[in-house]
């Protein structure tokens, strides 16, 4: 199955600047190299991969740049490199940047690499405007459905998205694909693997070795503190961080705190979202909201993978959950919320060019009093509101979920 971030990237080919994928480990951003690279093939596009997991092909890169052009082959046309894992040489940022600089018109590269490669300061200050960057997040719902052989739920949720009067006789197993999906989240390996345990242990695999990855490749040194933090954060969607708060729980220094959030951010594990204010000084100085890139995940730090009805966070579990889906269709930058204090809220505050929006995130409809946020209609008028819920999940729910 192709994921959905594929036609942007075929579609990105072309471009003289180079391609950058992002993602947290186990993403499935290898795979999707190699399914771009069969489609050069298959298109009569000259195209050479470089694992850089190769020891022997990483010390010849090392070397120099230029060794790369020894590699391709011999063509009059422009030749897609892609380079998978490329944090592994020894700078990366210049590699890519003479690259560029000399040869963008006889060759396209197009690279992976984990978190190490984005944590540089160098990635951002000497690739400036030679790049364009795509995050491959973990699957969204089309393509858990998908991945999971369900394409007749999926066709049967667009049915009822296109209809407002239409009703299903698949609720049920609608019903049990989204819980699924929130429970165990949407890392590719989680989606396929069809029993539960193994689907837990895969996420405690992930959490344990891969995310350790991450910790060793930020150069951390209190690897407990990190969990530890990671954790509080889990425990909290949709909360402010205080940062004073956080260093004195975990006793570290604030700039310990600040660097931990940093790197959480960096590996995509988690997102800090704004508040939004009239005023763009207090947007930019006031405290931001987290949350988990993926509910799986998420749940195994919580040790808590129960249904959500018998659980004390659903609340909170159906807010991150909600944000995940947000995040497919809005960059993080554009997602804010806003709260007064008073203590009155809205969830999230969608920043668009046509026409923001908000949304007020409830575990039940019935809990929904509209009254509520006559302070919010009033200061603005001009931006609508509208309320999501998870019970009762029926067929408005599929209609009112954002789907990419």
């Given at each position: 199955?192709?994921?959905?971030?594929?036609?942007?990237?075929?579609?990105?080919?072309?471009?003289?600047?180079?391609?950058?994928?992002?993602?947290?480990r186990?993403?499935?951003?290898?795979?999707?190299?190699?399914?771009?690279?069969?489609?050069?093939?298959?298109?009569?596009?000259?195209s050479?991969?470089l694992?850089?997991?190769?020891?022997?092909?990483?010390?010849?890169?090392?070397?120099?740049?230029?060794?790369?052009l020894?590699?391709?082959?011999?063509?009059?046309?422009?030749?897609?490199?892609?380079?998978?894992?490329?944090?592994?040489?020894?700078?990366?940022?210049?590699?890519?940047?003479?690259?560029?600089?000399?040869?963008?018109?006889?060759?396209?590269?197009?690279?992976?690499?984990?978190?190490?490669?984005?944590?540089?300061?160098?990635?951002?200050?000497?690739?400036?405007?030679?790049k364009?960057?795509?995050?491959?997040?973990?699957?969204?719902f089309?393509?858990?459905?998908?991945?999971?052989?369900k394409?007749?739920?999926?066709?049967?949720?667009?049915?009822?998205r296109?209809?407002?009067d239409?009703?299903?006789?698949?609720?049920?197993?609608?019903?049990?694909e989204?819980?699924?999906?929130?429970?165990?989240?949407?890392?590719?390996?989680?989606?396929?693997?069809?029993?539960?345990?193994?689907?837990i242990?895969?996420?405690?695999?992930?959490?344990?070795?891969?995310?350790?990855?991450?910790?060793?490749?930020?150069?951390?040194?209190?690897?407990?503190?990190?969990?530890?933090?990671?954790?509080?954060?889990?425990n909290?969607?949709?909360?402010?961080?205080?940062?004073?708060?956080?260093a004195?729980?975990?006793?570290?220094?604030?700039?310990?705190?600040?660097?931990?959030?940093?790197?959480?951010?960096?590996?995509?594990?988690?997102?800090l979202?704004?508040?939004?204010?009239?005023?763009?000084?207090?947007e930019?100085?006031?405290?931001?909201?987290?949350?988990?890139?993926?509910?799986?995940l998420?749940?195994?730090?919580?040790?808590?993978?129960?249904?959500p009805?018998?659980?004390v966070?659903?609340?909170?579990?159906?807010?991150?959950?909600?944000?995940?889906?947000?995040?497919e269709?809005?960059?993080?930058?554009?997602?804010?919320?806003?709260?007064?204090?008073?203590g009155?809220?809205?969830?999230?505050?969608?920043?668009?060019?046509?026409q923001p929006?908000?949304?007020?995130?409830?575990?039940?409809?019935?809990?929904?009093?509209?009254s509520?946020?006559?302070?919010?209609?009033?200061?603005?008028?001009?931006?609508?509101?509208?309320?999501?819920?998870?019970q009762?999940?029926?067929?408005?729910?599929?209609?009112?979920?954002?789907?990419?």
């Open positions: 199955m192709q994921r959905d971030l594929f036609d942007a990237l075929k579609a990105h080919l072309p471009s003289k600047d180079f391609t950058i994928l992002t993602g947290a186990q993403t499935g951003k290898s795979t999707l190299l190699h399914q771009l690279e069969s489609y050069c093939k298959k298109a009569g596009k000259p050479v991969f694992n850089l997991e190769n020891k022997n092909l990483l010390k010849t890169l090392n070397e120099s740049p230029l060794n790369t020894k590699l391709l082959p011999e063509t009059t046309r422009r030749i897609v490199i892609f380079i998978d894992e490329i944090q592994y040489l020894d700078d990366p940022s210049n590699f890519l940047k003479l690259l560029h600089d000399e040869y963008s018109a006889a060759v396209k590269i197009v690279a992976t690499g984990s978190s190490a490669f984005y944590l540089d300061e160098k990635f951002n200050d000497s690739l400036a405007g030679r364009r960057i795509f995050r491959l997040l973990t699957c969204s089309s393509e858990h459905l998908r991945l999971r052989g394409e007749e739920l999926l066709q049967e949720v667009l049915r009822i296109a209809y407002p239409a009703k299903t006789q698949q609720g049920e197993l609608l019903q049990h989204w819980l699924q999906y929130m429970l165990y989240g949407g890392y590719p390996a989680v989606v396929t693997e069809p029993d539960v345990n193994e689907k242990a895969y996420l405690t695999d992930l959490r344990d070795s891969f995310v350790k990855r991450d910790v060793l490749e930020a150069g951390v040194q209190n690897e407990t503190a990190f969990y530890t933090l990671f954790r509080l954060l889990a909290r969607p949709g909360q402010l961080v205080n940062i004073n708060e956080l004195a729980t975990v006793r570290i220094s604030n700039e310990t705190v600040i660097n931990y959030l940093y790197i959480l951010q960096k590996c995509f594990h988690i997102a979202i704004k508040p939004f204010f009239k005023n763009l000084r207090k930019l100085t006031k405290m931001s909201k987290v949350y988990l890139m993926d509910t799986g998420r749940n195994c730090l919580l040790h808590n993978f129960q249904s009805e018998v659980r966070d659903k609340g909170e579990l159906w807010e991150n959950m909600y944000f995940r889906l947000l995040a269709k809005y960059d993080t930058d554009d997602i804010l919320f806003w709260r007064t204090a008073a009155n809220e809205v969830d999230f505050i969608l920043r668009s060019p046509a929006h908000a949304v007020e995130v409830k575990y039940d409809r019935e809990t929904i009093r509209e509520k946020y006559k302070i919010f209609r009033t200061a603005y008028p001009e931006i609508p509101l509208d309320f999501v819920w998870l009762p999940l029926d067929e408005d729910f599929f209609r009112k979920i954002p789907l990419v």
